[in-house]
């Protein structure tokens, strides 16, 4: 069955609620224990992103009499799976910007300052202003902190102008980038794209930013002005073998350049001078007329300098962290458990692993109010709706294991579809906003 035809046989709305059935499903939720429902326990949650709000939204439901307190100093609430489209042409800015206020729970005690120290052998967390907060129970759901003081000479700032970009930061940086992109795209000249060698949030973003501005200098008339090079400090593109050759296979297509182990360390603004360093330490610079920067991303120092981060492993040098990563409970701390792109697990730093693993938070963590054991497990499932031009996308879904797991039969994970493009443009969105409100 064409993808098409799948659409034209779908009502939106059974698509969304086949989804928020699927998500049930997986998170086995069932009937709240009486202990828990009961229980007048201080719980405190830090970070309002889709993690934070989803699990305060859920929790005000499910425990009627708990004490609930989400730390977050920010009011504006960001789309993160948006700004690709922002950064492309495709969205206005407006399209990704929201309120906090919008989707905050009314029994829920909203603190307007940041956690800055967490103390989890005292149970309680200050914030940038010195207040202390006491918790019976916590959720850390910050999010990630975006490196970009790594790179020497970078300057957020100046995303927009002499050709710099990048997708993450904020909106207003993808708004920029496409004013450099948009340039770009008729100009053409020396295109670079980076990848760092830390987790980051949405692997795929760099990946979708490479190939949609392939797609735009066909469309303005710069492919035949262009050369194109994709710098990577790891060994691929792509986490998945399939994927990664995929890519690395369009790539060519393009004649593009793919260096592997090459990590952006410096830039020089005004001069459009990258530099890259090699495994080796040796050092080389080019110039740019494009350079897309993703940024190294870490935990928030905050968790970073806390017991709750990773001290070994592969997780370390981040700070991210230590939870089991089936339940999501905290390594040494029980009443403890972590959310979202702060999470020390081997993949996901996605909305859609969020939307999946807040329900698995949310029941353990009434399983272990109630004294009980957490039994439900999460298994790393994530998905990177890959946009390969415009009009086109690859659904890509997996888990912890690298296993394919597609949850539409129609929806081919190898081949690019119109359908999947619709997804991400069209249907994800309302399915995130249902599940920030608790409800998917």
């Known amino acids: 069955m064409s993808s098409l035809s799948a659409l034209s046989g779908i009502n939106r709305r059974k698509f969304l609620l086949g989804g928020a059935a699927a998500m049930a499903a997986v998170a086995g939720l069932g009937a709240i224990p009486a ?3 009961q229980s007048n326990a201080k719980i405190v949650i830090t970070g309002a992103g889709a993690a934070g709000i989803s699990i305060a939204n859920r929790l005000a439901k499910a425990l009627p009499n708990a004490n609930i307190t989400i730390i977050d100093r920010r009011e504006t609430h960001y789309y993160w799976p948006g700004l690709t489209l922002v950064a492309t042409g495709a969205w206005a800015k407006s399209k990704v910007l929201d309120r906090n206020a919008s989707f905050m729970p009314s029994r829920v005690n909203w603190i307007k300052e940041m956690a800055d120290v967490y103390e989890p052998d005292n149970k309680r967390v200050i914030t940038d202003t010195g207040r202390v907060v006491e918790y019976d129970f916590l959720v850390v759901a910050s999010g990630v902190e975006y490196n970009y003081d790594a790179i020497e000479g970078m300057d957020v700032n100046a995303i927009g102008q002499n050709g710099l970009a990048s997708v993450y930061n904020s909106p207003d940086a993808a708004a920029k980038t496409w004013d450099a992109i948009r ?98 330490g040796n050092q080389f610079t080019t110039e740019y007329d494009l350079l897309h920067v993703v940024p190294p991303m870490r935990a928030p120092r905050s968790v970073r300098e806390s017991n709750l981060a990773w001290t070994e492993g592969n997780m370390a040098a981040g700070g991210w ?21 702060v999470n020390g697990t081997p993949r996901g730093k996605t909305a859609a692993t969020v939307k999946m693993s807040v329900p698995i938070v949310v029941q353990n963590l009434i399983s272990v109010i109630a004294g009980e054991e957490p039994e439900a497990t999460f298994d790393g499932y994530t998905s990177c709706p890959l946009l390969t031009r415009f009009g086109a996308a690859m659904l890509i879904e997996f888990d912890y294991d690298g296993n394919l797991t597609p949850t539409y039969s129609f929806i081919d994970p190898k081949k690019e579809s119109w359908f999947a493009w619709i997804m991400k443009d069209q249907m994800l969105k309302p399915t995130y906003l249902q599940m920030l409100k608790g409800n998917v």
């Open 35 to 37: 202990r828990a429902e």
């Open 321 to 341: 962290l230590a939870v089991d990563r089936d339940t999501l409970q905290h390594l040494t701390y029980p009443e403890v458990f972590g959310c979202g792109d």
């Open 183 to 280: 340039k770009y795209s008729v100009d053409g000249g020396n295109g670079i794209f980076t990848l760092p060698s830390t987790p980051i949030r949405c692997a795929g973003a760099p990946l979708k930013m490479t190939l949609l501005t392939l797609d735009r200098l066909q469309q303005n008339g710069g492919a035949d002005k262009a050369q194109m090079s994709f710098y990577s400090a790891l060994n691929g593109v792509f986490g998945l073998p399939w994927y990664n050759d995929f890519l690395l296979n369009r790539f060519a297509e393009h004649d593009m350049d793919v260096k592997f182990r090459h990590e952006l360390s410096a830039v020089d603004i005004g001069a459009r001078k990258a530099t890259f360093t090699q495994e080796d």
